[in-house]
């Protein structure tokens, strides 16, 4: 079964997330983490693990009477499965606004700014002077400058 990250809902990030910091988990350590965050039931939980293993998400591991569960997607190709998905969703055109938006509204550290701004600058010699419009057309004013 291919797992695919972009099925995630809201609320499966947030209990994989917990699987992801703190690793394999039993369904009551997960309660706890979720239930220290959110006001959610225990039923709650369980069927949202319910559901991370049944898309392929997590797996379970017997551990005597309880079930461990184990991440079968890292964060980083969750991450960028998801980021992908989206942005192959948007108009070529617009995606870089779509970034500064992004980049203005999160907290980066002094090393993410470099990083990114060394991509940037590998990337600027051979990048177009501007991104042409990939929606119905220029006809249809989708882009219109």
């Known amino acids: 079964m291919a797992v695919n990250a972009t099925d995630m809902t809201p609320a499966e990030w947030e209990v994989m997330r917990i699987i992801w910091t703190k690793g394999s988990l039993g369904s009551s350590e997960v309660i706890a983490a979720i239930q220290a965050k959110?006001?959610?039931?225990?039923?709650?939980?369980?069927?949202?693990l319910r559901r991370l293993v049944?898309?392929?998400?997590?797996?379970?591991?017997?551990?005597?009477?309880?079930?461990?569960y184990v991440a079968q997607i890292d964060e980083k190709t969750a991450m960028n499965e998801t980021t992908t998905d989206l942005f192959?969703?948007?108009?070529?055109?617009?995606k870089g606004a779509v970034i500064n938006n992004l980049?203005?509204?999160?907290?980066?550290?002094?090393?993410?700014?470099?990083?990114?701004?060394?991509?940037?600058?590998?990337?600027?010699?051979?990048?177009p002077k501007q991104v042409a419009c990939d929606c119905l057309g220029p006809e249809d004013g989708c882009c219109a400058m």
């Open 38 to 48: 959110r006001e959610w039931t225990e039923s709650t939980v369980k069927t949202l």
């Open 54 to 68: 049944k898309k392929g998400m997590l797996a379970t591991e017997a551990d005597g009477r309880k079930f461990i």
């Open 88 to 94: 192959d969703h948007l108009c070529a055109m617009k």
């Open 103 to 127: 980049i203005a509204h999160t907290e980066l550290s002094q090393d993410d700014i470099r990083s990114m701004q060394a991509m940037l600058a590998a990337k600027l010699p051979d990048a």
